[in-house]
């Protein structure tokens, strides 16, 4: 889904957080990788002006396990506004998206000044309902929230599916 | 240190165990196993077969016969009451598999495919928002036939914790020797090296690897011996379907050689043993006189020489 | 540089022989390529392959507990609450034991105890290693540790050597066999690829699982080929198969018959198409390579 922002400097303040392969702001190189990349250069916009970047060191990175998640927890308590990566597991995405954090997929190959620039002119392809194949997850993905959140998991069965992200509003994320 | 006082091993129980590994699937570990429980049993010793292979265990399909006393293996959920819960993070901090999100002012999300259910977030919630969910993994099933006792797990399909469901069916079969005067006990294991393996060689005598002589069967016995020798656990070969390759059984010694090890039983292919394992008959108990009938009873006889029965 | 990963979601469904197959046929028509094993539980690409190691890193990719006796007040309680049983006490010394191979790095003692004394560490679990197959090409190989447990780290550290050799040497595609499954693992080693192959045959499991491992590959929006092996096993599943296949819009890229051929040329290590190029399954492979060779690899 791509859409135009609004660049009204002092209304639209947010924090992106991007993820890199190296610490170097703007002129570093995204990260294909969400979990594993080693750093995040979380940029501040004012409208379509940046008005600060900082590099936060991803402490998942070397997780055995779950580095998905820890990232998300991490990027969350940063207190950003949207995501943008290469890839992003599906645990990560369910979490982020739960959290009203916008994720933006399929970056490759860029500068992070790069696809800031991508994303305040609105290039930047936004996930937001994922496809839904396969018959009921269940415990091999799991994505079975607390009860207390009183929303159920599992992914039901693969119809409507686009080449990319196609699809409406997914049942039961 | 002994370490005999340890999770299922520490039931106190003085019976010999032998147990029936390989490191690689399909080398005829359960046919190996079957037999011996059935050779044993004949002889006029008390056995219990235990199969630990959780994922696919098939004892009691090679012996023909249906289980019972079902029982449910279970294992710990968080359950997070969102108005209890204080937002505090001490959950997240904790997890270090990573199956718990939360920030801010928001409720926890929970992933229960990362999750390990060691419960450690429940006991350091400070609110008792976390409640405790049992969910069924497994089940462990008890039966006999032929004279042999049988104590079977099974994981649920899907479930990824298998280890939990080993310790259950060997919890269990240390409660069914409490009862009963066993004079052996023999462990049917998972194929591999992972931990559901080595939970189930843990604590045994002897372990005997099953392989064949094949590019796979001989680097999977490698390892198998590797992690015996770790573990500390005898363990002697027993090469099946020995004749499929020409001069395997040397190459199997030389393995064989280098972690202390010896070829104990070498088993041709033999179409008796394929019949009896479709019909659901120990080969040793059938009054046939093959080439692989007469190795599989040699070993019978040369495993009761090693555990002293 | 084209990342094609094979998984399959249960395994023994015939994965890795067939990721040795394309690995063969690639060589033979001149594909700039190296090959990956990410099935680290059971890393038997290398095997059928065989060949030259060239290189063998160790990689820190598990967590164990570990006592610092100094801190240590031999309460006791970590050994009461380990749930793997992978603390064990010792009595003649008054102190808890971490048996490293029962323990799953779960932490819990860590959290539990009130003095500090228990840290969690990474430790080396596998080994990273390049290996120069017979046929001259590369393979990057994760091995587990023995009694070492697999992560979606190891995979991710295969992949990077992989990736890291293809540039330096100016490989244009990385062939990578995955693990089975599709929880940690199978993500990390379907995640930034460009091409999914998947390979199933017609049984209830293996379809339960293929579904469950394609929801990973479809939320990744990555395009999918299916491969259906064992095709004559059971009718009624392969044409469950092939529904599937139509509803998500995977192209059905060939059907291996059963034959004989195949589990001898995996006794005797020999890609399939090099062990027995006349037999019935060894021509459809042929033909699935075509495929993949001709049309799949120009346009991913």
């Known amino acids: 889904m791509r859409r135009k922002r609004r660049s009204i400097r002092g209304e639209h303040m947010e924090k992106v957080a991007v993820s890199a392969m190296s610490p170097d702001g703007l002129n570093a190189m995204v990260d294909m990788r969400f979990g594993r990349c080693p750093y995040f250069i979380v940029v501040t916009l004012d409208g379509d002006q940046i008005t600060d970047v900082r590099a936060v060191q991803n402490t998942a990175m070397a997780a055995p396990r779950g580095a998905g998640i820890e990232a998300a927890q991490l990027v969350l308590s940063l207190g950003v506004n ?31 000044g ?60 | 240190m002994s370490m005999t006082h340890i999770g299922a091993a520490s039931k106190d129980i003085d019976v010999p165990v032998v147990c029936v590994t390989g490191g690689k699937g399909g080398t005829g570990k359960s046919t190996v196993a079957v037999n011996l429980a059935a050779y044993f049993a004949r002889e006029g010793l008390k056995v219990l077969i ?57 409720p926890p999300i929970f992933f229960a495919s990362l999750c390990k259910s060691c419960e450690i977030c429940k006991v350091v919630c400070p609110a ?37 469901v080993v310790k259950a069916t060997k919890d269990r079969a240390y409660e069914v020797l409490k009862d009963g005067n066993y004079d052996v006990m023999i462990v049917d294991t998972a194929p591999g090296t992972h931990c559901d393996v080595i939970r189930s060689i843990w604590g ?59 070829v104990i039983a070498e088993i041709p292919l033999d179409r008796e043993i394929l019949y009896s394992y479709v019909k659901g008959y120990p080969a040793v108990l059938r009054n046939v006189d093959t080439p692989g009938v007469r190795a599989l009873v040699r070993l019978g006889e040369t495993v009761r020489g090693l555990l002293n029965l | 540089m084209k990342e094609i990963v094979v998984v399959s979601g249960k395994g023994g469904v015939g994965k890795t022989t067939i990721t040795a197959s394309l690995a063969y046929l690639f060589s033979k028509n001149g594909v700039r390529f190296i090959s990956a094993d990410t099935d680290v539980d059971a890393p038997n690409l290398a095997l059928v392959l ?52 029962l323990c799953e790095g779960c932490g819990a003692c860590a959290a539990i105890c009130e003095v500090g004394a228990i840290q969690m560490k990474l430790v080396e ?27 979606g780290r190891i995979v991710s550290l295969v992949k990077m050597k992989a990736r890291s050799i ?104 020999s890609p399939l198409p090099e062990f027995s190029p006349n037999s019935p399954a060894s021509k459809e492979m042929v033909r699935i390579g075509s495929i993949i060779m001709d049309r799949i690899l120009p346009t991913i």
């Open chain 3, 125 to 151: 679990n596998a080994y990273v290693e390049v290996i120069r197959s017979k046929y001259g090409f590369l393979v990057v190989t994760g091995r587990l540790k023995v009694g070492g447990a697999n992560s």
């Open chain 1, 114 to 173: 790069d696809v800031i620039r991508m994303y305040l002119s609105g290039e930047l392809q936004q996930i937001t309902a994922p496809t839904r194949p396969g018959m009921g997850m269940g415990m091999g993905m799991g994505m079975g929230m607390g009860r207390g959140m009183g929303r159920g998991g599992g992914w039901g069965w693969g119809r409507g599916r686009g080449r990319r992200w196609g699809g409406g509003q997914s049942g039961n994320w």
């Open chain 2, 50 to 106: 235990v199969d630990c292979d959780v994922s696919a265990p098939n004892v009691a399909i090679l012996m023909n016969t249906t289980l019972s006393e079902k029982r449910e293996v279970t294992s710990f959920l968080p359950s997070f009451d969102e108005k209890a819960c204080v937002r505090c993070g001490k959950c997240v901090s904790v997890c270090r598999a990573h199956a718990i999100l939360q920030v801010g002012d928001k």
């Open chain 3, 50 to 101: 065989e060949g030259e190691k060239l290189e063998s890193n160790p990689v820190q990719a598990a967590e164990i507990a570990e006592v610092n006796y100094d801190l240590c007040n031999g309460c006791g309680e970590c050994v009461k609450y380990c749930k793997e049983d992978a603390l064990a006490w010792d009595s003649e010394n008054n102190r808890p034991v971490v048996i490293d191979f």
């Open chain 3, 166 to 269: 293809a540039v330096k040497e100016g490989l244009n595609v990385i062939l990578i066999d995955g693990p089975p499954g599709s929880s940690c693992p199978a993500i990390a080693a379907v995640a930034g690829s460009n091409y999914v192959i998947l390979v199933s045959e017609p049984t209830p499991t293996a379809i339960h699982d293929l579904s469950r491992i394609y929801a990973v590959v479809s939320h990744f929006g990555i395009p999918a080929g299916l491969i259906i092996n064992k095709c004559d096993l059971e009718p009624k599943f392969r044409e469950k198969l092939i529904e599937f296949s139509k509803e998500n819009g995977i192209e059905l890229l060939g059907e291996i018959p059963l034959d004989d051929d195949v589990p001898r040329s995996i006794a005797y290590a």
């Open chain 2, 204 to 262: 045994s005598d002897v372990a005997i690897a099953v392989t064949e002589p094949t590019p796979f069967g001989m680097h999977d016995l490698g390892l198998i011996l590797e992690l015996t020798r770790m573990l500390g656990v005898k363990t002697k070969v027993v090469i099946n379907r020995s004749d499929i390759l020409e001069n395997g059984g040397a190459k199997v010694r030389e393995i064989c050689e280098k972690y202390d090890s010896e």
């Open chain 2, 128 to 164: 008792g928002a976390i409640k405790e969910e049992r969910k069924v993994v497994g089940w462990t099933y008890t039966g006999s036939a032929y004279g042999v006792d049988i104590v079977s797990g099974e994981l649920k399909e899907g479930e990824p914790n298998s280890a939990v």
């Open chain 1, 82 to 112: 949207a995501v943008i990566t290469g890839n992003i597991g599906p645990n990560a995405f369910m979490a982020l998206q739960q959290y009203g954090v916008r994720v933006y997929m399929g970056v490759i190959g860029r500068t992070v």
